[in-house]
């Protein structure tokens, strides 16, 4: 049961972030990813939307001058210079918070993901 919850929520999670509808790096309307900025494993931030950046597939994983996965030292700096370093500063508290997700939290995490 809690695999499908966690599923549920990472397709929520994601969908939110596409809704973005471009690229944040280039602009791209297509091929659409949800990428993390800290790893899905830290659960206190998986769900987080402000862990996450809508790029297109070539930013994401594919472009070796420039994409998340392949260049992520140049991807970190561009995402602070983006988002601003008050951004990255209060993401990092919250990853570093300790979290024990309980059954209750998926209906509050999925509630929030619906939520526009």
């Known amino acids: 049961m809690k695999k499908e919850l966690i599923k549920k929520l990472d397709n929520a ?31 206190v931030v998986r ?30 700096e561009w995402a602070i210079e983006h988002r601003g370093q008050r951004w990255y500063d209060d993401l990092k508290i919250k990853k570093n918070t300790p979290f024990k997700i309980r059954d209750a939290d998926f209906d509050i995490i999925m509630g929030s993901l619906l939520d526009e």
């Not at 791209?28 to 830290?42: E, G, Q, T």
């Not at 769900?47 to 140049?74: M, R, Y």
């Open 47 to 76: 769900w987080d939307i402000d862990n996450g950046f809508c790029l297109c597939v070539g930013c994401h994983v594919f472009s070796s001058k420039f994409s998340a996965h392949l260049t992520p030292a140049e991807f970190v």
């Open 13 to 43: 999670w994601s969908d939110r972030i596409r809704q973005y509808g471009r690229c944040e790096v280039c602009g791209k309307d297509s091929r659409l990813n949800a990428h993390h900025f800290y790893s899905r494993a830290i659960r």
